[in-house]
């Protein structure tokens, strides 16, 4: 009975918790990251003005999950034009690497606090260690974050 609880876990675990997690870390990343972005003073709102305006950049630093600062830097540094990069796919491949590399740890973590097993974070705690980088922020200089990508180069 043990062995077919554990295929039914595996199966909710490969089939709901992993594709949620990745496009809710995605989300996540990006909503959380735009807004810690405008609570730094990179987003800047002037309705006094005639045309409502919105300025962006200013700052020097932001807040970035670890996991994602590889990623999002490559793409800073081969942003050629306003929304294009040079830089091949590697920075693509980074970001997603980070997104399913957390959405994986998490959906694990769940599946083994439902099961009731005794090692849920790992050996060495590597679960923990990577839910903790990828769901926490951290500040970073700017030219390092999402959000930077998506409204000052853009």
Request: charged fraction near 15%; aromatic fraction near 18%.
């Amino acid at each position: 009975m043990r062995g077919s609880k554990i295929k039914i876990s595996n199966l909710i675990r490969n089939t709901f918790f992993i594709p949620f997690f990745f496009l809710g870390h995605i989300f996540y990343d990006l909503g959380i990251g735009y807004w810690l972005f405008e609570l730094a003073g990179g987003i800047t709102y002037h309705p006094e003005e005639p045309v409502f305006k919105t300025h962006f950049g200013g700052i020097n630093w932001a807040f970035e999950t670890p996991l994602y600062i590889p990623g999002s830097y490559l793409m800073a540094e081969h942003n050629v034009a306003p929304c294009t990069w040079t830089g091949g796919q590697w920075d693509i491949l980074l970001l997603l690497f980070a997104t399913t590399l957390t959405a994986i740890a998490t959906g694990q973590l769940i599946q083994k606090i439902i099961n009731k097993d005794k090692n849920k974070f790992g050996k060495f705690y590597w679960r923990l260690i990577i839910i903790i980088l990828g769901w926490v922020f951290i500040p970073v200089p700017v030219e390092m974050t999402m959000a930077y990508e998506w409204t000052v180069l853009c």
